[in-house]
């Protein structure tokens, strides 16, 4: 087996459909949860891709994640909802969430649905550019089990909870915000560990609360927030958003989805739309992102920087390039789907 | 006269309040301004507290701000709907936004107001503080003019784009997150370089892009965003909402409040407010809250610090302490009272 090998993107997602349908999803469930780990390996997000897959199936195939969910919406206003998700895949409930979001924004301005019983539901963007496609501003929240100190705090209890805004902008690549209120996603601890990699300084500290660039120390201790109080304070509004306001847990209440086997992981997430044109024409909108999106890739660039990117500039043009050359995947990840490959009689290297 | 006095809030409101009538305010919109700076001084955040008096003052008596605006409210949906502020006060502009937020959302779930047409508005939490006093969670946004690098670029693009969210906590204090997208607001950069200090290290860059400690120098360049990309993004955010969703000016497009007496400043918010009822009772949402704060006040602080505090406490405990013993004002913030004063013929030592 060789350290690093590149898969074509339709082999690894027609594996991962294969897989989880093995487990049970429905054909429907197992393509949503597909393309939100394909996309992300295609953007580069290789914490949010396939390198995912093992633990879904496991926890799916252990009836820790129903695959068959009873999903139900509950609309309070005509712009706000409840959906629980009966603690199905994370995926296809944050994609329930999303499609109802778009339609309230759609109708009648803007949409925000609050979810509770859900999972981990891999990259936030996934369904803000589901909702960007639609023509709306989205807004999506998530809280995640507890991995960060708050600002001035010594022990975790918030997640690393991200944030993400889209932007429609018409024939230019939309723009895509997707941010952990961590200094960085803990994802990216986890695979440096999984590849026995160090991490840089200023990212984590150990279980003791002392600075750490030891990953396999991180994971036992904690991340720190982003430019310390205000990363902190985004977090608060993440989980308060995501768990408080929605019914879900919160913080420290969330369960692994790494570490524990019997409990729901009781994720919440937070999916809003708003439309534009409730503010201006979209197409007049579109024209002055243009103008924006213009002007800021006209900036010089600082010493050290090749040029001014946009929110999300670099994964497409990562994407351009994977979709040419294919997914690059390490030893490790390799050697996981091999493995799982086999637990369900397919053999990975005949799909790629 | 004394380095630094401290006076009493009431009197510091009065003389507010007259001044700013006296510049064709009406009573109601010169107390609308005076609550936004005396709030902001009892808070701590003297950056934007009675030190912008005189600059307000001198933009409506020159008439660059109208003290006589006549805003158009147009509803495009249920819950959204532009603020043309006609080049009012910004504070009086943000607080007509208010109202109509909190309405929409108190009768269709959520309001989404855009503002143009606006100026420099003071803080976004004191709106916001509006929003949750209604039982409504308050998301504030507005633009400024250019002083922000992106990430990546070597000159100034953003302003420090502030973002606001509030929680209604019912008998507990509210949480209040009132954040500049960049390191540092550069309220504190400007008064640093009044009060002749210097400036930390990582705040800003001079006009050729290089790192200053030097105040002066850092107002002649940029300040750098919070966290890099993730700051940069965040700043992004707030100016597509504030600026390009709204027909306001966004970035470099906006105008200077302390250099250019000319033009209107065009700065453009966003102000949101979401009823909680649309997902859970206000009072069970209030009791989970009261537990996430006490679990969070529950987590042991790390060395050096003595607590971990929610967003807003250490304002309202400043708050409480200045109340009793009155607002400090710096010796230069104070000489320009006296001025001030004078030019009207009040004097500003017979209010405090």
């Given amino acids: 087996m060789v350290v690093k090998v590149s898969v074509n993107s339709q082999g690894l997602a027609a594996f991962s459909q294969d897989i989880l349908m093995e487990v049970g999803l429905s054909a429907n469930d197992a393509a949503i949860t597909t393309e939100s780990l394909i996309d992300a390996n295609l953007r580069g997000v290789d914490t949010h891709g396939i390198s995912r897959l093992s633990i879904y199936t496991k926890r799916l195939a252990e009836g820790v ?17 409840i959906l629980a998700g009966d603690n199905g895949q994370g995926q296809v409930v944050g994609m329930r969430a999303t499609e109802e979001a778009i339609k309230m924004a759609t109708e009648k301005g803007s949409g925000w649905i609050g979810v509770k019983q859900s999972n981990h539901f891999g990259t ?3 369904f803000g550019m589901k909702i960007s496609a639609a023509g709306h501003i989205g807004l999506v929240l998530s809280n995640a089990p507890s991995t960060m100190v708050p600002f001035g705090g010594s022990s975790p209890y918030f997640g690393t909870n991200p944030i993400s805004i889209t932007i429609p902008v018409g024939s230019e690549l939309p723009i895509v915000i997707d941010m952990a209120t961590s200094v960085v996603a803990q994802g990216k601890i986890i695979l440096a560990e999984k590849e026995g990699k160090s991490i840089p300084e200023g990212w984590a500290v150990d279980k003791s609360g002392n600075p750490t660039t030891d990953s396999r120390a991180a ?10 109080p ?13 768990g408080v306001l929605t019914g879900a847990c919160w913080g420290p209440h969330l369960n692994s989805m790494w570490s524990d086997f019997k409990d729901p992981q009781q994720v919440g997430h937070f999916i809003g739309a708003i439309n534009i044109k409730g503010f201006m024409p979209l197409e007049q909108f579109q024209e002055r992102i243009k103008q924006l999106i213009k002007e800021i890739k006209g900036v010089p ?5 090749k040029e ?3 929110p999300g500039e670099i994964e497409f043009q990562i994407r351009e390039e994977r979709l040419a050359n294919g997914i ?13 490959g086999k637990r369900y009689n397919k053999s990975f290297e005949n799909y790629i």
């Fill in 230 to 242: 205000k990363g902190s304070a985004l977090a608060l509004m993440v989980d308060i958003f995501s």
């Fill in 219 to 228: 994971l036992e201790g904690a991340v720190l927030p982003l430019g310390g």
């Fill in 124 to 126: 936030a963007a996934f």
């Fill in 301 to 305: 660039a600082a010493p050290g920087f």
């Fill in 308 to 310: 001014v990117y946009l």
């Fill in 328 to 340: 690059p995947l390490g030893k490790v990840v390799f050697a996981e789907l091999v493995k799982l």
């Fill in 65 to 81: 994640v129903k695959a068959k969910p009873q999903m139900k919406l509950l609309k309070n206003t005509e712009t706000s909802a």
